[in-house]
């Protein structure tokens, strides 16, 4: 429920702050009954939540460095949200056994950035691994648009748009020439939509007398995320997300 509502909350900011965002090609994606990863090239901070909105009504959970859940507001926010933590420099085996475990046991979803860092084009073994391990099918997809907030607020276009999805149950052994063959076949889709995605963007923009609505309405939804931000430090007391989902699963 905190899922879908801060899910929700947070596009309807960036649509009040831009309001010119296009989703393609949504047929494409499995069935809600399916888990898969979905991965992406990282590109702006926040890709992932145009990812999760588009791909709803499945849910997902996100990994995320562990620098991130310091703050204990934001870091209980991020956990109800499914996010865990990962060191980037000592990932260790949780960071393959948790989302295994959540992909075959639970009910949601892994969003993977196999690049790693923002703007990375080197794409990591990890994806390929837990997919294999998990035995689910990899998602291609990719967020296009303005990466800083001034493009944002100057209404830039937006595209997020789903590639085919990705079958590697034909590759016998996660070895090195195994991982690079998955590699591959991500980078291929993540090519063919970037090339699909620079053939539709056009400069038309909203109008800016849509300002009148969508001003106040981007006002209030931060005054909403403060109050949500408040309250997600007092039930950081309380209530421990992780804790809760582990139960879901034994």
Known sequence: MFYTYLRSLLVFLIWAANGNIHYHHRDKL?????NYILVAPHRTLW???FLAFAARPKQFIFMAKKELFKNRAFGWWIRMCGAFPIDRN???TDAIRYPVKMLKNGDRSLVMFPSGSRHSSNLKGGVAVIAKTAKVK???AAYAGPNSIKGLLKHDRIDVTFGNP???????RMNDEGVEEVAQRIEKEF????????HFKDNQRPSWWSL???IPAMVIVVIVLVLTYIFSWFAS???QPEKHRDKKLK
């Not at 499995?30 to 399916?34: A, G, M, Q, R």
């Not at 090519?191 to 620079?198: S, T, Y």
């Open 191 to 198: 090519a063919q939509i970037d090339a699909e995605v620079a």
């Open 138 to 140: 990899i998602m291609p």
């Open 237 to 239: 007391f309380v209530w």
């Open 90 to 92: 000592n990932p260790g």
């Open 212 to 214: 009148i609505y969508r």
């Open 47 to 49: 890709d992932p939540i």
């Open 30 to 34: 499995l069935s809600k009954n399916d």
């Open 166 to 172: 990705i079958d590697i149950s034909d590759i016998k």
